[in-house]
């Protein structure tokens, strides 16, 4: 069973940098999945903000390419998160997940079946 | 990026009472919808993939169903702990987005 667990700080001043790491256990990072990072306002839904496979091939939304960073360290078998120049908007439950592959004879589906069970964020002075 | 969009943003229902959702995708997406449930303060669990397939352990009163723009989630008797949220995701092309949700409330 493959677990995740996000770690970082839960408050961050404006203009800095959130920094968030997710260390997968019961499973490999290197495996043939991609693994993400969602976020959720308070209150509000949910945001797609990257992936990155483990040979560190990555994808962002676009509404935050400029300031997103997503990293793996296959030694450790986590992957992280480092999205800067914060502002109040940041503020957010952040997730990490396994956006995992099922294959029938006929086509492939990507979905997000395992996940973290999130860490708040906070972006205030 | 492909706008997916719930329907209705919330209901009212009753134990025992059919519920179904709805989800439209901006753009032909083929079956590549998800659907995932969420209770406050847990992190979001699939329920459906691929629009039709349902994942391991998920009880049988969830099914889904589409192709192309227009997608259904249903849950066939309504349980007291299917009081949630649920959002649908498209897996067809980054960036990958969610439906604004519909919250399922207890009438």
């Known amino acids: 069973q493959v677990q995740l667990q996000e770690s970082g700080p839960g408050l961050v001043k404006p203009s800095g940098t959130l920094s968030l790491t997710c260390a997968v256990s019961?499973?490999?990072?290197?495996?043939?999945?991609?693994w993400i990072w969602v976020r959720q306002p308070p209150g509000k839904g949910l945001e797609w903000i990257g992936e990155?496979?483990?040979?560190?091939?990555?994808n962002y939304n676009p509404s935050l390419k400029s300031r997103v960073t997503i990293s793996v360290d296959k030694s450790k078998n986590q992957f992280s998160l480092k999205l800067s120049s914060v502002t109040a908007a940041d503020t957010a439950v952040y997730y990490c997940?396994?956006?995992?592959?099922?294959?029938?004879?006929?086509?492939?589906?990507?979905?997000?079946?395992?996940w973290g069970q999130g860490t708040l964020v906070t972006v205030s002075s | 990026d492909i706008q997916m969009t719930q329907s209705p943003s919330s209901l009212s229902a009753s134990v025992g009472d059919r519920v179904t959702i709805t989800c439209r995708a901006s753009?032909?997406?083929?079956?590549?919808l998800n659907w995932y449930q969420q209770k406050p303060g847990k992190a979001p669990k699939l329920l459906i993939y691929?629009?039709?397939s349902l994942e391991s352990g998920v009880p049988s009163r969830f099914s889904g169903n589409g192709s192309g723009t227009d997608f259904t989630l249903t849950i066939s008797s309504l349980q007291p702990e299917d009081f949630a949220t649920y959002y649908c995701?498209?897996?067809?092309?980054?960036?990958?987005?969610f439906g604004q949700g519909t919250k399922v409330e207890i009438k």
């Open positions: 997940a396994r956006d995992g592959l099922f294959c029938s004879s006929t086509t492939c589906h990507r979905m997000f079946d395992y």
């Open positions: 019961g499973g490999s990072i290197s495996s043939s999945t991609w």
């Open positions: 990155i496979y483990h040979s560190g091939s990555t």
């Open positions: 753009q032909n997406i083929s079956s590549y």
């Open positions: 691929g629009a039709s």
């Open positions: 995701q498209q897996s067809y092309s980054t960036p990958r987005t």
